[in-house]
């Protein structure tokens, strides 16, 4: 049979289901759901993502990535002492939304998780009311409203999405050209809220899409594979996907350095050897000229002494 060895799993030997290159490791079914929850409650813990004894609400779709929160937190649960519900939009987008709730309700029962249910028909209208190009901003901007009323009037204190680095990554760039740079600030794995905005958490901010993906598949919980027949296609996505194939790690790194803090800019002074600006004593320059300068000296005595001998000869 043609085609490279099968890859083992790195932590029990069994057949590999998946190679992440980017942590240098190859898992089986078994092994890649605690990676993946270790990975999620490492970043909870670094990044203070929830707080002892908070009420999260989980907004899910029946999507990969909201699925895989829900999952997720559900496994968290218990060891960081927080009480966590559903909450899930029927958005009237026909056969598509029907289906979501369907996988909302089957994924809930099978976790134990309490599922609240709101319709946007309670407000008067439905996303298939929307006639207009701007469909995706009016339902984005629904989603929101309800996730922070609905949260607040039944006293959750976050509200936690499934947003991943490849949709952060992707909205980063489209926003960046837009000129909205206190976007960028926004997108952390925690906000806090305040008036009457509740904070939201994005535990999944540092999964990639496909992690996901591979954590919904071989955990084998209840998913909606379709896009939502609204959604365009995005182009950004295949432009990150290009990326990430030639640098691994690209989509992670670039959304880890977009929340850390910068670097404090360091102090300068002038250079004692020739005055220009400098963060050290000397400047680099200066020091290249000392250190290279010296070299090429050596070189070029060497190569006279050794023409002056071949000239005697
Ligand atoms: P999207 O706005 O479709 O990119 O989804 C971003 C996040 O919003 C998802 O990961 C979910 O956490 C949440 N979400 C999207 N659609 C719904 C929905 N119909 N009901 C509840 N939460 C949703
Ligand atoms: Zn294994």
Same mark, same amino acid.
Request: aromatic share 10%; glycine share 6%.
């Given at each position: 049979m043609k085609g490279g060895k099968a890859k083992k799993c !790195? !932590?029990?030997? !069994?057949?590999?289901v998946v190679s992440l290159k980017n942590y240098k490791i190859s898992l089986c079914q078994d092994c890649f759901p605690p990676f993946f929850e270790r990975l999620i409650e490492r970043d909870v813990k670094k990044y203070r993502v929830i707080r002892e004894n908070e009420r999260v609400l989980a907004a899910v779709s029946g999507g990969k990535d909201s699925v895989a929160l829900l999952s997720a937190l559900s496994a968290l649960s218990s060891n960081f002492n927080f009480h966590l519900e559903a909450l899930h939009i029927d958005l009237g987008i026909g056969e598509y939304s029907r289906r979501s709730a369907e996988v909302c309700r089957k994924l809930c029962q099978e976790l134990g998780i309490e599922l609240n249910t709101v319709r946007l028909s309670e407000y008067g209208f439905t996303i298939s009311d929307v006639n207009t190009r701007k469909v995706c901003s009016v339902c984005g901007n629904a989603k929101r409203y309800i996730f922070n009323r609905f949260a607040r009037e039944n006293g959750f204190d976050v509200i936690a999405t499934g947003h991943n680095a490849d949709d952060i990554l992707a909205n980063f760039f489209k926003n960046w050209l837009a000129g909205n740079r206190w976007w960028i600030e926004k997108q952390m794995p925690r906000t806090e809220g305040f008036d009457r905005v509740v904070t939201r958490i994005r535990p999944l901010i540092l999964r990639t899409e496909k992690e996901n993906a591979v954590y919904v598949l071989t955990k084998q919980l209840p998913f909606l594979a379709d896009e939502c027949p609204n959604a365009p296609q995005d182009r950004w996505k295949e432009i990150i996907y290009e990326i990430e194939a030639k640098i691994p790690g690209f989509k992670q790194n670039f959304v880890r350095n977009m929340f850390k803090e910068s670097k404090e800019i360091p102090e300068f002074r002038y250079c004692s050897?020739?005055? /220009? *600006? @400098?963060? @050290? /004593? *000397?400047c680099q320059f200066c020091r290249n000229v000392m250190r290279y300068g010296q070299i090429a000296m050596v070189a070029r005595s060497s190569a006279e002494s050794s023409e002056e001998v071949a000239k005697k000869e």
């Amino acid at each position: 049979m043609k085609g490279g060895k099968a890859k083992k799993c !790195k !932590k029990c030997g !069994k057949r590999a289901v998946v190679s992440l290159k980017n942590y240098k490791i190859s898992l089986c079914q078994d092994c890649f759901p605690p990676f993946f929850e270790r990975l999620i409650e490492r970043d909870v813990k670094k990044y203070r993502v929830i707080r002892e004894n908070e009420r999260v609400l989980a907004a899910v779709s029946g999507g990969k990535d909201s699925v895989a929160l829900l999952s997720a937190l559900s496994a968290l649960s218990s060891n960081f002492n927080f009480h966590l519900e559903a909450l899930h939009i029927d958005l009237g987008i026909g056969e598509y939304s029907r289906r979501s709730a369907e996988v909302c309700r089957k994924l809930c029962q099978e976790l134990g998780i309490e599922l609240n249910t709101v319709r946007l028909s309670e407000y008067g209208f439905t996303i298939s009311d929307v006639n207009t190009r701007k469909v995706c901003s009016v339902c984005g901007n629904a989603k929101r409203y309800i996730f922070n009323r609905f949260a607040r009037e039944n006293g959750f204190d976050v509200i936690a999405t499934g947003h991943n680095a490849d949709d952060i990554l992707a909205n980063f760039f489209k926003n960046w050209l837009a000129g909205n740079r206190w976007w960028i600030e926004k997108q952390m794995p925690r906000t806090e809220g305040f008036d009457r905005v509740v904070t939201r958490i994005r535990p999944l901010i540092l999964r990639t899409e496909k992690e996901n993906a591979v954590y919904v598949l071989t955990k084998q919980l209840p998913f909606l594979a379709d896009e939502c027949p609204n959604a365009p296609q995005d182009r950004w996505k295949e432009i990150i996907y290009e990326i990430e194939a030639k640098i691994p790690g690209f989509k992670q790194n670039f959304v880890r350095n977009m929340f850390k803090e910068s670097k404090e800019i360091p102090e300068f002074r002038y250079c004692s050897v020739c005055g /220009e *600006i @400098s963060t @050290s /004593e *000397i400047c680099q320059f200066c020091r290249n000229v000392m250190r290279y300068g010296q070299i090429a000296m050596v070189a070029r005595s060497s190569a006279e002494s050794s023409e002056e001998v071949a000239k005697k000869e």
